[in-house]
């Protein structure tokens, strides 16, 4: 086996843009556990939407030289925000909720091992042997951390397996998001996609979130809550899809998946470090076995 021949140059700006996505996406996913307890789930998405929305008016705007949206670019954008704006945010939203945010963390490290699944369904593609195993120890982390239990004196319920599974949900929406997004950005400018999805996602969560609204008292939630929803709204919406469609430009799918390792890396530090969910071996052990499967089924592989 010999490495293949010479690649075009990465900008390293491609790489930084692509770490740093999934480092926010994986601070939001800790931190959303926050939200959940001070709003309802569609209240919390709509005013999420909203914020960014206004936010990223001035990214609605056609770049020089983008060609007008044809009827094939509208078709992928809904379904860019359905699965990967709306579903994802209600199931991961109501998962975080049900479980922790280190759980959260640990599936959401499934996500290139469900790109392959998703492209072996729909595309055709060969799934390798590494891409068995990564899927095997995507799920066997999964399988631990449902099992593990909680710290002798932790006065902690254990968590119900629709919660799991509703993150599992997540992360099929997730996978569904990023291969949508790869096909996007040939033709529209990643600042214009993430404007146009969060529109959608707003259009399709505001009868929930109305419904939800009506009987909220919005005056009970304190400046801290309110500037973490900020933040949340911004980086889910806003920063991250940016970030993300700006370093898939310039970087293949499958090289650009190794760093989603900062997804469950980063989600376990917010869990563990600022909200006090325990952390015991059998956690490690699941994490271990997420960032193993993601590293097998995302490492550049070399040719003959």
Known sequence: MTPSGPTPSVPLGAYLSLGASMALVGSYVGLSKLLVAAFPVFLLAWLRFGIAAVAMLPWLRRAPGEAPLS???RRLLFWESFLGNFLFSICMLFGVAATSALAAGVVMAAIPAAVAL???AFLG???????WAAIACAAAGIALLALARTPAGEARP???WWGYALLLGAVICEASYVVIGKRLTGQVSPRRISALINLWGLALVTPLGLWQAT??????VGPPTWGLLVFYALAASMVTV???MRGLIHVPAPQAGVFTVMLPLSAAAVGVALL???FGRAHLAALGLAIAGLLLATWPARRR
């Open 71 to 73: 009827r094939h670019d």
């Open 118 to 120: 998703l492209s072996r």
């Open 125 to 131: 593609e060969r799934i390798q042997g590494r891409t």
């Open 158 to 160: 254990a968590a119900p």
């Open 215 to 220: 009987g909220f008292d919005f005056a009970a």
């Open 242 to 244: 940016w970030l993300w």
């Open 276 to 278: 006090g969910e325990p």
